[in-house]
């Protein structure tokens, strides 16, 4: 829009390019995640410098797209849970067969052969009598326990159908071979082996998917009849009672996340409306946190289960990888610290906080991933990630990395693939450091008197980053209520001189928590550190509540994960203390990206244990000794002493 209210081609081609996408989106029905997870990607990847389209919306329109296709997200739910139910079902039911086939064509061979005649009736009845006992030990062993009945009533009848068949192809072969020599007895029952199992094994592979389906087809029928006086129970569950995910609106109205950021939002207006030095600065804050709502909404609607989660958190890493790999060309190529790579996060201390934020999530991947090209994968991305810290050169990135993979490390439980992991990148990360990343990470503190292996004597951005966290802790003391006003530190620091830019303006304080306390005072602080911590202690559940499924072929990696971003998450938190990063987009994500995983978590763990497979029977313990116990006790005179092998040896000697 220009400045007298009419609309631009150049500002109608980004809104038609992500109205155009939505529809098309829609149209394919895709999984509302990929949409969730591209904006993920773009939002780290998308260099302007590189694409040179600041203006176009890749972010938030697709997100928007998430929103729009999570209306479908529960078609997709019911959809896959009825793919499992079929696939955990025809699965149970051939094991079940599977171990019915040679006891039941035993079983029909010898009630043919047998010496007494039966008619094919008798045959079938004496045949399926038995078999029936051996359905009900055998299906609960195989199938899930809420599939059970489904299980025994397909093999039931498949069962009955080839016996019945076996039975008349076997009266058949006997009707023929007559009333034979007795000598012949061997000929006669090959042959009704040969046939018998030829017709049973044949029954079965042709009715066993086909009266799968109609068992399968009446039971679910029969189930929503049931709920249909209960339509709650519908909309929480799937195809037979299978436990679905959230809708998105509900998800959305139970994130604490969402409630905590909403809850920021006003009290950013409110201590904007009483800025010290501009309201406008606090005021176009209030508009980005209206904004961020875009991508806070885009993440609930799209991740919705399991493997979303895991798409998003590879494009979460992906994307970052990217924008390490943008530093690390820049640093190779240039020298120095690789400021500006592009993306969102151009300054290079944000580069670092950026790369420590999932460097543990690409690990994770490596130790969880089952399949080996994506492991190896993760373990390239996370070296990449180590490497974009490295040529950040943030000294607090360094500490936060050293202090997440300490957390992880405390955590895992496989130390010692970990262990040498750690070791390796160690050497790896000494040997390609050069000299003056390692002066600039002597000069946090110290003076060359304190540190001699320094080479300049003290590092000006070290010493104005102490007088800009005493002048935070000031501006709190005077202003501990509403603070300062968002984005008004700087003035602050301007007008008091403290520490200034080349150009004369006034700096961050260069730590995220001070400058939240003095811009924020006590209205709007409390409410982003609990926030954060929140979601950190979901996270910390949901590894807990998933730690027993690290065996699961499907499930196995979510625990892995959760500690992954754990350890990412407290990585990003010491970072902040060095850098003012309070308004990066992705710290608001980690509001509701907490929460998102314990539901997910919870949701998972329901939905496993539905599908929970009962175990065998424990074999039975050894028979006692010496005999069963009696009431009077041990008979010691039943126990022959002289066979013991310590009286034996000695009598022989």
């Known amino acids: 829009m220009n400045g007298n209210g009419v609309y631009t081609a150049h500002s109608v081609r980004p809104f038609a390019f992500v109205v155009l996408l939505a529809v098309t989106l829609y149209n394919l029905r895709l999984n509302p995640a990929w949409a969730a997870a591209a904006a993920c990607y773009f939002y780290f990847a998308i260099p302007m410098r590189e694409f040179n389209m600041p203006s176009a919306p890749y972010q938030a329109g697709f997100f928007a797209v998430a929103v729009v296709l999570s209306v479908q997200s529960r078609y997709y739910a019911r959809a896959e849970s009825k793919k499992e139910i079929i696939e955990r079902t025809r699965t149970a039911t051939r094991e079940v067969l599977t171990a019915l086939r040679?006891?039941?064509v035993t079983l029909i061979t010898r009630l043919t052969t047998a010496d007494e005649r039966r008619s094919t009736p008798e045959t079938c009845s004496e045949a399926s009598r038995e078999a029936r006992a051996d359905i009900a030990r055998l299906v609960p062993l195989h199938a899930p326990k809420k599939l059970v009945e489904v299980v025994r009533d397909t093999v039931s009848s498949v069962c009955?159908?080839?016996i019945s068949r076996a039975a008349a192809e076997a009266e058949s072969v006997r009707t023929r071979h007559g009333g034979g020599p007795m000598h012949s007895r061997g000929v006669l029952e090959a042959n009704v082996v040969r046939q018998v199992e030829a017709s049973f094994n044949r029954e079965l592979d042709i009715q066993t998917d086909r009266t799968l389906e109609t068992t399968l087809e009446a039971a679910i029928a029969e189930y929503e009849s049931s709920q249909h006086a209960r339509p709650n129970e519908l909309r929480e569950y799937g195809i037979l009672g299978v436990p679905l995910h959230r809708p998105a609106l509900i998800a959305v109205l139970t994130n604490t996340g969402v409630w905590a950021h909403l809850a920021f939002t006003l009290a950013t207006a409110i201590c904007a409306s009483h800025a010290r030095w501009s309201q406008n600065a606090?005021?176009?804050q209030v508009e980005l946190c209206w904004l961020l709502f875009i991508p806070i909404l885009g993440i609930i609607c799209g991740v919705r289960n399991a493997k979303q989660f895991r798409l998003y958190a590879a494009a979460w890493t992906l994307g970052v990888a990217h924008l390490c790999y943008n530093g690390v060309t820049w640093w190779l190529s240039h020298g120095g610290r690789a400021d500006n790579v592009g993306g969102q996060q151009g300054d290079a201390n944000w580069l670092g906080i950026t790369a420590v934020s999932v460097a543990p999530v690409a690990l994770a991947a490596f130790l969880s991933e089952r399949n080996r090209w994506v492991a190896w994968a993760g373990l390239s991305l996370a070296g990449l990630c180590v490497l974009g810290v490295l040529a950040g050169g943030s000294r607090g990135a360094l500490i936060s990395l050293i202090i997440g993979v300490a957390y992880w490390f405390f955590w895992t439980n496989k130390k010692g693939i970990a262990a040498g992991l750690l070791l390796l990148g160690l050497a790896g990360f000494l040997f390609v450091a050069p000299a003056s990343f390692w002066e600039r990470m002597g000069t946090m503190f110290l003076p060359k008197t304190s540190n001699p292996y320094v080479v300049v004597e003290l590092e000006e951005s070290a010493q104005s980053r102490k007088r800009m966290w005493a002048l935070a802790i000031q501006v709190f003391k005077e202003e501990p209520l509403l603070g300062i006003g968002p984005k008004n530190f700087p003035l602050e620091n301007k007008v008091r001189g403290v520490a200034l830019t080349a150009d004369g303006a006034g700096l961050e304080t260069h730590s995220t928590w001070l400058q939240l306390l003095a811009e924020f005072g006590l209205t709007g602080a409390p409410i982003w550190f609990l926030a954060y911590l929140t979601s950190l202690l979901c996270m910390l559940r949901a590894f807990l509540i998933t730690r027993h499924l690290r065996g699961d072929p499907r499930y196995g990696w979510m625990p892995t994960y959760f500690l992954g971003f754990q350890a990412?998450?407290?990585?990003?938190?010491?970072?902040?203390s060095f850098v003012s990063c309070q308004w990066l987009d992705f710290n608001y994500w980690i509001f509701?990206?907490?929460?998102?995983a314990l539901q997910?978590?919870?949701?998972?763990?329901?939905?496993?244990e539905w599908f929970e497979v009962p175990g065998a029977p424990s074999e039975a313990p050894p028979a006692p000794r010496y005999g069963?116990?009696?009431?009077?006790?041990l008979d010691l005179t039943a126990i022959d002493l002289e066979d013991l092998p310590a009286l034996r040896d000695e009598a022989s000697s």
């Open 592 to 596: 509701i990206f907490g929460p998102l």
């Open 568 to 576: 990412g998450w407290i990585s990003n938190a010491v970072a902040a």
């Open 102 to 104: 040679g006891p039941i």
């Open 160 to 162: 009955d159908q080839a």
């Open 600 to 608: 997910i978590a919870k949701e998972t763990k329901s939905y496993v």
């Open 628 to 633: 069963e116990p009696s009431a009077v006790g």
């Open 282 to 284: 606090g005021e176009k």
